[in-house]
């Protein structure tokens, strides 16, 4: 396949069908892979049109404009690569129209017809049959010119060999194409998947379900398609055996009666002759017969003997290497286990205050193994640096990160400081008409200086020079006289830096950085409230202004107004690198909108009123301070909230990545924490299509999709490690070292879950599979895996088939059994050999895989997706309204607890205690017990309705934020933690004011 992957990846990783065929054209002769990349290819593009097919529809225009294939580069663990290869269908150009070359013979009467019916499967698979013929042979099976002379051909139905257009074309899929394009409907595939079905048997070598026409049919094939030939052998042969005929009557009439006499007695000497002459030769045989056949015996004998030999010595080296590979495996494992163990210990010396002792445990764990969690652990050992603003006057009230350092200010008060320092209070100039309202970095100073644009309450702006905590005016504008609000700097490489200055007056500003003056005004219809915020695209072309009625969104070249996106307060907004989206903080959820088009993309809650945010890594994650003062962290595609991080204990103003991965936050209360680090859980990958199931065992995981994609990953970095597409069930043995998978034909294939390395395959007649279970090496006598194949027959009854499958190829029986006609949800095998099963609405059952005698006690409990335990079972992942719960069961402590943001198709706990959560999307999301949400959990209702009802009468009495904090502190119907919650709830509720 390495011609057709390279043309693709030369094209961006995608490649349309005509496009292959032209660069096919132009090559001197076809690659030796040809027919069996092109049946790949073409398979593939068969499952994209099945797709379509299971769905009730048909194309009815399908041809090479249409169809095209996308590779993917799979990077494998141990460093090899690979491609992996997806058919889509595309729109056709807006230059072309359906070809008629690939139009059925009951389309072409159709398509004239004003009552035209609907396109039907069959017409698909001819057209399909057509670019399968025109792959394998590179020219069409008709190329009449005109409707009217491609018309006849079409109907006549009888195409060129592909044989005689291209000898080495392999019969199975020559006979394939020909039945895709018989001209009779019902003579085709039914659908696209039988077509698909066929050539994959092809291409492995077996005989294809579409069937070769009879002897007369082909007969009358070749007078079609040759009749000139046809009837110049006709006429050769009748006129041989006339010839014959008139021969043999003239020697009869010849002969006289003296002739025969002489002949008789010539024959009788030349009788006597050739009997001695053969009494010779068969004595001469015999000896060379004898002479062989010693020959043979000693040959035999020697090949008999270095067969022996090298049988013993391939035993030999395959128990050398079966012992290699479980010395590794138990190296690797106990390794593992160590790895594991340490973790542990890490975490309670954490908890037990011991940070150098953790330090030291993380510095012992191997390089190799070092994963997401290890990295958490090391986070939240990583000392972080924090200092806090000093302001005689009271809290901060706003604060801005630049790439210089920190600013942060309330009315007529600065304090700037680097981000690896303390805070420098700033003198003011005295010139400066009026008090600090705002202030912000510039992107970028001059000569290596500190520089900011500051307003005062005049609505001036001054462009300032910080050297050592002393303000060196450098230019003043001045503008309306209503005080400045917010602030906002961009740097535009084509229209030059600009500074927008958002006023009380309900005004923005925007001015020129470079000039000092002001380019327009953009100020909306009558009354307008201050202007909150401001935000800009990365570009400096947009401009959100942020108000309490809700956020505009302006042309900061023409001063325009764009969109008004929603109604309301709004506490912070951030355009994506991209600029076509913007996140919006209202109220206690993250909004995110198209900035074009006005609409909502998504939202979701945070659980405590927003108040700053940035975006991080290209676009895809955001970073989100709330009111509660701790920061959330939060992927866009879906939108989730992935961790939680506490770090103030006031209103977070100001949060933003630096460099390293550390993440820099400033509170109200004039606190500045670095060092806390954005966390990622989710794993690189994306099944592409509704998901349906997982399967943990060990460190492995595998994730199988509705379309029958098939991943294989390691379960302890989120690495994959294979992956197999077109199968219908995916299990792993109990000890994780084959993955089990099965197609749509039956074929069962064997793969290693440590390398991906293909072990072997077998052909199965289990019928239409609809669970699996794979039990580890020594359940019964055979020596390779242990099947439980849950399977539907054509007469709708179910049943479960045991079977032993060996790597070479062999199947045997091993038992069977009758189930309940309920649909089978999952089977496993225990480590007693117990098989399982689950069905929807039913309790578990337990069988004998021998005899199916049902196992009394030890049943499990109800095991669904509603309930998953670890494999010591002393833990429980459940899922409850909405959330993922991990409990331990036997203090039934909740440890910890996460929302979801999409329907959940399944979860499971790896030894490791991470939990896998797998939504309806295809996203796969990991998640551990130390990554807790630890904003607090109000679960009795009484209490939480007491908290509630509580602070609402506190809001009600009209009392400030102190006195309310201070009234919950001698609250005595509160506990502690429900005093900590209604004191969070007070401290997202009276939102600070200027």
């Known amino acids: 396949m390495s011609l057709l992957v390279d043309l693709a990846r030369a094209r961006g990783g995608s490649l349309r069908w005509h496009d292959a065929l032209a660069a096919l054209r132009e090559l001197p002769a076809l690659p030796d892979?040809?027919?069996?990349?092109?049946?790949?290819?073409?398979?593939?593009?068969?499952?994209?049109?099945?797709?379509?097919?299971?769905?009730?529809?048909a194309l009815g225009d399908l041809d090479p404009h249409r169809a095209e294939f996308v590779v993917a580069e799979n990077t494998l663990e141990d460093g090899d690569g690979g491609y992996v290869v997806s058919a889509q269908l595309v729109a056709r150009p807006a230059d072309s129209s359906p070809s008629l070359f690939y139009m059925s013979p009951a389309r072409f009467d159709l398509s004239q017809s004003d009552d035209a019916a609907p396109p039907t499967p069959e017409d698909d698979v001819y057209a399909l049959g057509v670019m399968l013929y025109e792959g394998l042979t590179l020219q069409r099976p008709f190329s009449a010119i005109g409707r009217a002379t491609l018309r006849t051909e079409v109907r006549r139905g009888v195409p060129p060999d592909p044989r005689t257009l291209r000898r080495d074309v392999p019969a199975h899929l020559a006979i394939v194409a020909e039945h895709a394009m018989a001209r009779r409907p019902r003579r085709r595939h039914a659908d696209a998947r039988e077509l698909a079905d066929d050539v994959r048997r092809a291409l492995l070598g077996v005989r294809p379900r579409a069937r070769r026409p009879s002897l007369w049919a082909r007969g009358w094939t070749s007078l079609v398609r040759h009749p000139g030939r046809t009837f110049l052998r006709v006429l050769t042969g009748a006129v041989l055996l006339g010839s014959i005929g008139a021969a043999a009557w003239m020697f009869r009439e010849a002969q006289s009666a003296g002739e025969r006499v002489a002949t008789a007695q010539s024959l009788a000497a030349d009788q006597e002759r050739i009997a001695e002459e053969r009494r010779l030769m068969v004595e001469r045989f015999q000896a060379e017969a004898e002479s062989a056949a010693e020959r043979w015996r000693t040959a035999s004998e020697e090949s008999l003997a270095a067969?022996?030999?090298?049988?013993?010595?391939?035993?030999?080296?395959?128990?050398?290497?079966?012992?290699?590979?479980?010395?590794?495996?138990?190296?690797?494992?106990?390794?593992?286990?160590?790895?594991?163990?340490?973790?542990?210990?890490?975490?309670?010396?954490?908890?037990?205050?011991?940070?150098?002792?953790?330090?030291?445990?993380?510095?012992?764990?191997?390089a190799g193994l070092r994963g997401w969690l290890w990295d958490h652990l090391s986070w939240q050992l990583d000392p972080a640096t924090s200092w806090s603003f000093d302001f005689s006057e009271g809290a901060t009230w706003a604060a801005d990160l630049g790439a210089d350092g920190i600013a942060a200010w309330r009315v007529g008060a600065l304090v700037v400081a680097g981000l690896e320092g303390g805070p420098v209070a700033v003198t003011l100039p005295k010139e400066l008409g009026g008090a600090l309202t705002a202030a912000r970095w510039l992107p970028e100073g001059v000569g290596g200086e500190a520089e900011l644009v500051v307003g005062d309450s005049n609505g001036s702006l001054h462009f300032v020079r910080v050297v050592d905590g002393v303000t060196e005016r450098l230019a003043t504008w001045t503008g309306p006289t209503s005080a400045v609000r917010s602030l906002a700097i961009t740097a535009a490489s084509t229209t030059g830096r600009r500074v927008m200055s958002g006023h009380t007056d309900?005004?923005?500003?925007?001015?020129?950085?470079?000039?000092?003056?002001?380019?327009?005004?953009?100020?909306?219809?009558?009354?307008?409230?201050?202007?909150?915020?401001?935000?800009?695209?990365?570009?400096?072309?947009?401009?959100?202004?942020?108000?309490?009625?809700?956020?505009?969104l302006w042309d900061a070249e023409t001063g325009r107004a764009i969109d008004v996106f929603t109604a309301g307060p709004i506490h912070g907004a951030a355009f994506a690198p991209d600029g076509r989206r913007i996140a919006l903080l209202v109220g206690d959820a993250i909004e995110i909108w198209d900035a074009l088009g006005g609409d909502r993309l998504a939202a979701c809650p945070l659980g405590a009123p927003g108040s700053a945010l940035t975006f991080v890594d290209g676009g895809t994650r955001m970073l989100v301070g709330c009111a509660d003062g701790a920061w959330r962290s939060v992927t866009l595609d879906p939108l989730t909230i992935e961790a939680t991080i506490p770090g103030h204990d006031d209103e977070i103003l100001a949060v933003r990545a630096v460099a390293d991965g550390r993440v820099i936050t400033v509170a109200a209360d004039g606190v500045v924490r670095l060092g806390s680090r954005a966390l990622s859980t989710r794993c690189p990958i994306e099944l592409g299509g509704p998901a349906r199931a997982l399967d943990v065992k060990a460190d492995r995981l595998v994730v199988t999709s509705v379309s029958g994609d098939v991943n294989l990953l390691d379960a302890r970095t989120g690495h994959v490690i294979a992956a197999q597409s077109g199968q219908v069930a995916a299990a792993l043995d109990n000890a994780a070292t084959t993955l089990v998978c099965i197609d749509r034909v039956g074929l069962v294939t064997l793969w290693s879950a440590r390398t991906g390395e293909r072990l072997g395959e077998?052909?199965?007649?289990?019928?239409?599979?609809?669970?699996?279970?794979?039990?580890?090496?020594?359940?019964?006598?055979?020596?390779?895996?242990?099947?439980?194949?849950g399977a539907i027959a054509p007469d709708g009854s179910r049943s479960v088939k045991v079977l032993g499958v060996e790597p070479t190829g062999g199947v045997e029986v091993l038992g069977r059994f009758d189930v309940a006609a309920v649909p089978m949800a999952e089977l496993d095998f225990a480590d007693d050999g117990a098989l399982t099963l689950r069905a929807p609405g039913a309790p578990p059952r337990r069988w004998r895989w021998t005899d199916?005698?049902?196992?009394?006690?030890?049943?499990?409990?109800?095991?669904?997706?509603?309930q998953r335990l670890t494999r010591d079972g002393r833990r429980r992942v459940e899922l409850v309204g909405g959330f993922v719960t991990f409990t331990d069961r036997e203090t039934?402590?909740?440890?910890?607890?996460?929302?979801?943001?999409?329907?959940?198709?399944?979860?499971?706990?790896?030894?490791a205690d991470a939990v896998v959560i797998l939504d309806e999307n295809g996203s796969l999301t990991m998640r551990h017990r130390y990554l807790k949400d630890v904003r607090p959990w109000c679960e009795a209702a009484a209490h939480r309705a007491?908290?509630?009802?509580?602070?609402e009468g506190l809001a009600v009495e009209g009392l400030t934020r102190d006195e309310a904090l201070a009234r919950i502190t001698d609250h005595a119907a509160l506990d502690e933690s429900h005093s900590a919650a209604a004191a969070s709830l007070v401290k997202s509720t009276w939102r600070r004011t200027p």
């Open 33 to 57: 892979d040809h027919d069996e990349s092109l049946g790949t290819w073409f398979a593939a593009l068969c499952d994209r049109v099945a797709a379509v097919h299971a769905e009730g529809k």
């Open 307 to 366: 067969q022996e030999d090298q049988e013993r010595a391939l035993l030999a080296a395959q128990r050398a290497e079966q012992t290699a590979e479980l010395a590794r495996e138990s190296r690797e494992r106990a390794a593992w286990n160590a790895y594991v163990s340490t973790l542990s210990a890490v975490v309670t010396a954490q908890e037990a205050g011991d940070a150098s002792a953790a330090r030291d445990l993380l510095a012992r764990c191997p």
């Open 506 to 552: 309900g005004s923005l500003w925007v001015w020129s950085l470079d000039k000092g003056t002001p380019r327009h005004v953009c100020r909306p219809t009558g009354s307008s409230p201050p202007i909150e915020r401001i935000a800009t695209d990365s570009s400096g072309a947009l401009l959100a202004a942020m108000t309490n009625a809700g956020v505009a």
């Open 762 to 789: 077998a052909p199965l007649a289990v019928g239409r599979v609809e669970a699996l279970a794979v039990a580890s090496q020594g359940f019964g006598p055979s020596s390779g895996r242990t099947l439980a194949v």
């Open 852 to 866: 199916g005698a049902v196992v009394e006690g030890s049943a499990p409990a109800a095991d669904d997706i509603a």
């Open 892 to 911: 039934d402590t909740v440890l910890a607890r996460w929302a979801s943001s999409a329907p959940i198709v399944d979860v499971a706990v790896t030894d």
């Open 946 to 951: 007491t908290m509630r009802s509580f602070v």
